[in-house]
């Protein structure tokens, strides 16, 4: 299974961007997939999260700037960012937790939650 990220560039304060975020490769069941972001010598940080049943989980750094939705169809997860600000400059993750079995909230934005990766795509917001 491959995670494909994309969508990033350079924005400026202010604008929006979508991120993409496609699955490929053999037979894949996801019970959930999220988004986190890592900024240069800083954590990998959550964003947000969807379970296979629509149930949604955000940090609250992006609560209400950035929304999650999903494609069970296409196998993809998106991610729409309003408002970008400097701070958001980061390499954005998706990720992917394989089988059926829901994971409680409570772990839905551990990294230890998700068994596979993309490779990232950079967002860069100028000032």
């Known amino acids: 299974v491959q995670l494909q990220a994309s969508g990033g560039g350079l924005v400026q304060a202010g604008d929006s961007l979508k991120l993409s975020c496609a699955a490929s490769g053999r037979t894949f069941t996801s019970s959930a997939m999220a988004w986190f972001r890592q900024a240069p010598g800083k954590e990998r940080e959550f964003l947000a999260a969807i379970r296979a049943n629509g149930n949604i989980v955000y940090a609250d750094s992006v609560k209400g700037r950035f929304t999650i939705s999903r494609d069970s169809a296409k196998k993809a997860v998106y991610l729409q960012m309003n408002t970008l600000k400097p701070g958001d400059t980061a390499l954005y993750y998706c990720?992917?937790?394989?089988?059926?079995?829901?994971?409680?909230?409570?772990?839905?934005?551990?990294?230890?939650?998700?068994?596979?990766w993309g490779q990232g795509t950079q967002v860069t917001v100028s000032s």
């Open positions: 990720a992917a937790r394989s089988g059926y079995t829901l994971p409680i909230t409570g772990i839905m934005g551990q990294r230890g939650t998700y068994d596979y």
